[in-house]
């Protein structure tokens, strides 16, 4: 089965320094993954996605993550956060179960910006 | 710009009550989801649909039932509320069945049953 892990669930940063969340999955196939944001209140919104060539991939709001299989990762990256980037975010990973594009998401990390 | 809507932002229902959650989106998108988010848990899928009539249990669907009469619209349905089914409901949509294809969620309602 596959599976996806999170392994920080609350993460602080200052507004400026970089951020990473990591994102490690277990897929049999070659996987597609994506990260998802979601701003309190709100619905989830997509970051970005990979599904096949460049394993650098850049995504809107100044995000982007690395496809590593050799580590099984999927770390999502900003050089500079901004106060708006406060919310929280969601790895996931697809297919499953017989194909379509179900997928299977992480628990998430909330990201706190301090000013 | 894909619109998912879904009826009711805040829900509060008794115990026993039966409970209908409603999804539509605009873009004629073939798949339909349902999930629940739990605090630690993430999002875990309900239901699922590919077409109108057709549809797919997740990995949760104890509890639940769904109905996809028109493509446009996914309906969840409680048969009879618990307690343990208050939590926060999102409905997705995706245009096909493509594995890289994007998943487009609306707002989530905030169901409590009391």
């Known amino acids: 089965a596959q599976s996806v892990t999170q392994p920080d669930i609350h993460i602080t940063v200052s507004e400026g320094a970089s951020l990473e969340l990591r994102c490690n999955y277990s897929?049999?196939?070659?996987?597609?993954l994506f990260w998802y944001v979601q701003s309190p209140g709100q619905g989830l919104q997509l970051l970005l996605k990979?599904?096949?060539?460049?394993?650098l991939v850049q995504g809107i709001k100044g995000f982007e993550a690395e496809f590593k299989r050799s580590q099984s990762s999927f770390n999502l990256r900003k050089p500079s956060v901004h106060w708006s980037d406060a919310a929280e975010y969601f790895c996931?990973?697809?297919?499953?179960?017989?194909?379509?594009?179900?997928?299977?998401f992480g628990t998430g990390t909330q990201l706190k910006v301090e000013l | 710009d894909v619109k998912v809507t879904q009826s009711s932002r805040y829900l509060v229902k008794r115990t026993g009550e039966k409970v209908f959650l409603e999804c539509v989106q605009d873009m004629d998108h073939e798949n339909m989801f349902w999930y629940r988010q739990d605090p630690g848990l993430g999002l875990r899928l309900i239901y699922f649909s590919y077409d109108v009539k057709m549809k797919e249990k997740g990995d949760i669907p104890e509890g639940y039932s769904v109905s996809r009469e028109k493509k446009e619209r996914f309906s969840l349905i409680l048969e009879s509320a618990s307690t343990n089914q208050t939590s926060m409901y999102l409905c997705a949509s995706s245009l096909g069945s493509g594995g890289a294809d994007t998943q487009y969620f609306g707002p989530g309602t905030r169901l409590t049953v009391l």
């Open positions: 996931a990973v697809g297919p499953y179960g017989g194909g379509g594009n179900k997928l299977t």
């Open positions: 897929y049999g196939a070659t996987p597609y």
């Open positions: 990979y599904f096949s060539g460049d394993t």
